[in-house]
């Protein structure tokens, strides 16, 4: 499987980030404080099938929801970690 990690500020400054499979569907979902604490973030994606969709996170630091825009287009995609590839 292809993923993709898409990245954001939330307005507390924590860095958003979410990894995607190649259907846009967001797979998991993380924060970063400023102190490099990472924790859990709940990420979903709305209107994947768009060219132009969203991205919305659930800030586990300061608990707003932020959206942000991506254009599918601008993706770059690897294999899964622990994927085996053909060859």
């Given at each position: 499987m292809k993923v993709t990690t898409v990245h954001s500020r939330c307005e507390c400054q924590a860095h958003l980030s979410a990894e995607l499979d190649e259907q846009r569907v967001a797979l998991q979902g993380w924060a970063v404080d400023t102190r490099k604490l990472k924790l859990p973030?709940?990420?979903n994606t709305i209107g994947s099938e768009r060219e132009r969709f969203d991205v919305g996170w659930a800030c586990p630091f300061?608990?707003?929801n932020t959206?942000?825009?991506f254009?599918?287009?601008a993706l770059t995609f690897r294999e899964?970690?622990?994927e085996p590839t053909a060859g």
């Open positions: 973030a709940p990420a300061c608990t707003r959206l942000r825009s254009t599918g287009s899964a970690a622990g």
